[in-house]
C-alpha cells in the first residue's frame, strides 16, 4: 500500500479519542467509525476500551454488527483494546444476558476477570514481538484471555501466566490500554499489518 493508511476507529462508545490521537501521530488517516458506508472506506479498524456490552448493543441498533463481522471475515486488520478485544474474541465467559461480540480471534475471555474498577492495575510486561523494552500496561476493568485455539499467537502474559495480548493473521488484541500511556508500538504494529495486507 503506498502512502498513509486510512483507519477507523469504530466511535460508538469508549476511548475513541485517545486512539484517534495515537494513529494519527503515526501518520495514520483516522476516521471515526459509525456507520456502514464510513467502514467500507478504511483498510483497517480499530475496536476501543469502554464497555463490551454498550458497544455490542449499539453496534445492532447502528446495523454496524453484520457489516463488521463480515469485514473481518474477509480479513480486514483490526486492533481491539479491553472491550475491544471481548469483541474480537470468538467466545466470552461473564458477558451479560444475550451479549455478543464480533468474534473472528478463536480465544475465550473473561470479562472483568480481575474485579470491578477499583481492582484496575499497571504493570510492565515483556512483550518480544515489539522489541527488548517492557510495555507500561494500564488494565482497566480488563478481561483475560483464558483459552488460546490453534494459530493464535500470544504476545504477552502477566508474571502469574495470564495470556494479555494476542494475534491471529490480521487481528491483535490487548487486555490493557496502550493508547492512554505513550505507548505506541502496539498501533505500529497494528499499522504495519494494515499495511502489509
Ligand atoms: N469491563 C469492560 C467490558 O466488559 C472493559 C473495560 C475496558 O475496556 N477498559 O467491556
Do not use: W
Not at 19 to 41: D, I, M
Amino acid at each position: 500500500m503506498a502512502g498513509n493508511p486510512r483507519v477507523g476507529v469504530l466511535a460508538l462508545q469508549g476511548d475513541v479519542r485517545e486512539h484517534a490521537r495515537v494513529l494519527s501521530g503515526l501518520g495514520a488517516e483516522v476516521c471515526l467509525v459509525r456507520r456502514p458506508e464510513e467502514l467500507a472506506t478504511v483498510d483497517g479498524l480499530v475496536l476501543p476500551g469502554g464497555e463490551s456490552s454498550v458497544i455490542d448493543k449499539l453496534a445492532r441498533a447502528f446495523g454496524m454488527r453484520q457489516p463488521i463481522c463480515d469485514a473481518i471475515a474477509a480479513g480486514l486488520p483490526v486492533y481491539g483494546t479491553c472491550a475491544g478485544l471481548i469483541l474480537l474474541a470468538d467466545r466470552i465467559t461473564d458477558g451479560i444476558d444475550g451479549q455478543q461480540t464480533f468474534g473472528g480471534l478463536d480465544v475465550t475471555v473473561r470479562r472483568n476477570a480481575f474485579g470491578s474498577q477499583v481492582d484496575s492495575f499497571e504493570t510492565d510486561l515483556a512483550v518480544p514481538v515489539l522489541g527488548e523494552a517492557p510495555v507500561h500496561a494500564v488494565f482497566i476493568r480488563a478481561p483475560l484471555v483464558e483459552q488460546v485455539g490453534d494459530g493464535v499467537e500470544v504476545l504477552a502474559r502477566l508474571d502469574a501466566g495470564g495470556v494479555v495480548a494476542v494475534r491471529a493473521g490480521a487481528l491483535i488484541g490487548s487486555a490493557f490500554h496502550p493508547e492512554v500511556t505513550g505507548e505506541h508500538r502496539f498501533h505500529e504494529l497494528f499499522l504495519d499489518t494494515v499495511r502489509a495486507v
